[in-house]
Each structure stands twice: as structure tokens, then as C-alpha cells.
């Protein structure tokens, strides 16, 4: 049973960084593209990154490209999300999620999903 495990959610202000990891236990990482998505008050989970299990070519949505940078160490079994430029428009909870699909950005094409970390961006 694939597990994940988000940490490195807080309270940040505008323009300041912040670091989030998710912690993979259960299958073959390696197996596996991993994700990141967000979720603001009132609207849908939206994707904002993705890695291929290869660790080449990531990729991102508009929004973030630029300030977001994803990653992951296969040998910890982690994936991360460094986050820098923050706005309070990047308020939100995020999800780690994985996908046996290398090229995966809709939420319906990851099967396995964390509990969320917070991330509030305060002015």
C-alpha cells in the first residue's frame, strides 16, 4: 500500500520561500512520476508540478514556473517542492500525490495521495 507523507508546510511572508518534502513508503518509487497539487477555499485541487520517475524534465503550470522547482531523490524516497516568490495567492493546502503515468498533470491520472500541508502567505 503506496503511502505519502507531506511535511515543510507553515506560515511565510510575501516574497519569502519555503521547502516542501513528501516521504514515499510502500512500492517502488522509483516506479512512479510524482506530483504536487494545491487546493484554496472554494475551488478545485489544481496541479502544480510534476516529475518523471527518471528525475529529468520536470514540468509545471503557469502559475508557478519560475519560483516553484520540483524534485526528488530516489534513494530517500522523497519528492520536494521548493517554493520561492511566495504571494498570498499561493495560499492553499498541498498534496503530494503519485502516478503510474509518466507525463501526468490531471488529478485523475495520480492514484495515491497525501493528507495535504498547509502553506499560508501572509502580506
Known amino acids: 500500500q503506496v503511502q505519502l507523507v507531506e511535511s515543510g508546510g507553515g506560515l511565510v511572508q510575501a516574497g519569502g520561500s519555503l521547502r516542501l518534502s513528501c516521504a514515499f513508503s510502500?512500492?517502488?518509487?522509483?516506479?512512479?512520476?510524482m506530483g504536487w497539487f494545491r487546493r484554496t477555499p472554494g475551488k478545485e485541487r489544481e496541479f502544480v508540478a510534476g516529475i518523471p520517475y527518471s528525475g529529468t524534465s520536470p514540468y509545471y503550470s503557469d502559475f508557478v514556473k519560475g519560483r516553484f522547482t520540483i524534485s526528488r531523490d530516489n534513494e530517500k524516497n522523497t519528492v520536494y517542492l521548493q517554493m520561492t516568490g511566495l504571494n498570498p495567492e499561493d495560499t492553499a493546502v498541498y498534496y503530494c500525490?503519485?502516478?503510474?503515468?509518466?507525463?501526468?498533470?490531471?488529478?485523475?491520472?495520480?492514484?495515491?495521495w497525501g493528507q495535504g500541508t498547509q502553506v499560508t502567505v501572509s502580506l
Open positions: 500525490a503519485a502516478s503510474g503515468i509518466m507525463v501526468a498533470s490531471e488529478e485523475n491520472q495520480y492514484g495515491f
Open positions: 510502500g512500492r517502488a518509487f522509483s516506479a512512479f512520476t
